[in-house]
């Protein structure tokens, strides 16, 4: 008998289920208040994300996209539930851990936050400063950091600006160069809160693209807060709508259109305005 008939039947059965990969950022059952006697901001929010995937969130102003994000990397006060990234609880989270955990979180915001006066070269470059000190090595970065930040400007289609101070680049170019910047810090996860809010619709849709071909490649879930709802269906694999602090959609994007993802929005209220 040749080796490849003696494979043991029960074996091969057990082989063929895959096991679905862990979720790297688990969400359970957050409750975020932001003082004791202050409203609700999140309440009962269930959220997993797994490798590889970008999931949109959508919701109106105020009813807690960024407070979500923020849950994530310790910058709202989680009073009850859970959230862990990975093997961490950020809940109890504190000092260098803290530091740890925000260096290893790569986040995208509507207004870029560059250092203008700086090179884009140097702007990617700080991304790796993350959670190493003040910035004062500034000019002393390795050859090896360097050649990387390269490579990631050319990931992002703009290594030709790497000289330039990045106050001249255009909004989508300066979005492209945060994208490098978060990349840099070798990120777990990637929250985008608005990416796109201030870049035209063409330029939003390369943004998002990106965003989405760097989640499918390297593995890295993405997590994008987005106001314009066709481009939540287009650019996402997975949506989680929030109204008033609480998910009341959630699915596939493939599964969902305008009408199910209605009642994310207050719009029978709105009407009522008019
Ligand atoms: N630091 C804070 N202290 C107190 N309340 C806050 C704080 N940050 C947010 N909130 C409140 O939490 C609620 C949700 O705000 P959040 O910024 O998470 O909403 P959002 O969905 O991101 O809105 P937008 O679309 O306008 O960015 C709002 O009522 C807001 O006033
Ligand atoms: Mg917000």
Redesign the pocket.
């Known amino acids: 008998m040749s080796l490849s008939t003696m494979t043991n039947p029960i074996r091969s059965v057990q082989a063929e289920a895959p096991a679905r990969p862990a979720p790297l950022v688990h969400i359970r059952d957050l409750r975020?208040r932001?003082?004791p006697d202050?409203?609700v901001?999140?309440d009962g929010v269930d959220l997993d994300l797994f490798p590889g995937e970008t999931v949109a969130l959508l919701?109106?102003?105020?009813?807690?996209?960024?407070?979500?994000?923020?849950s994530l990397t310790g910058f709202?006060p989680i009073t009850g539930g859970t959230v862990r990234v990975g093997d961490v609880d950020v809940a109890g989270l504190r000092h260098g851990r803290l530091r740890s955990l925000r260096a290893q979180t790569g986040q995208i915001f509507q207004q870029f936050n560059l250092i203008g006066r700086l090179s884009v070269l140097t702007n990617v470059l700080t991304g790796g400063l993350h959670g190493a000190g003040p910035v004062n090595a500034l000019g002393t970065f390795r050859s090896a950091d360097r050649k990387r930040a390269l490579a990631l400007l050319d990931r992002v289609g703009i290594a030709h600006k790497a000289g330039e101070p990045a106050r001249s680049l255009s909004g989508g170019q300066q979005q492209r160069v945060a994208i490098a910047r978060a990349l840099m810090q070798n990120p777990r996860v990637i929250l985008a809160?608005?990416p796109v809010a201030s870049l035209d619709p063409r330029m939003s849709r390369t943004v998002l693209e990106l965003l989405r071909s760097i989640s499918r490649e390297e593995g890295i879930p993405v997590l994008v807060?987005l106001?314009v709802l066709p481009l939540a269906l287009e650019h996402s694999d997975r949506i989680v709508g929030?109204r008033h602090?609480e998910i009341v959609v959630s699915g596939r994007t493939t599964e969902l259109d305008a009408s199910l993802l209605a009642p994310v929005y207050d719009i029978e209220e709105e009407e009522e305005e008019d």
């Open positions: 975020v932001y003082a202050a409203p901001v999140l919701g109106s102003s105020g009813s807690g996209k960024s407070t979500l994000m923020k709202a809160d608005e807060s106001h929030l602090g």
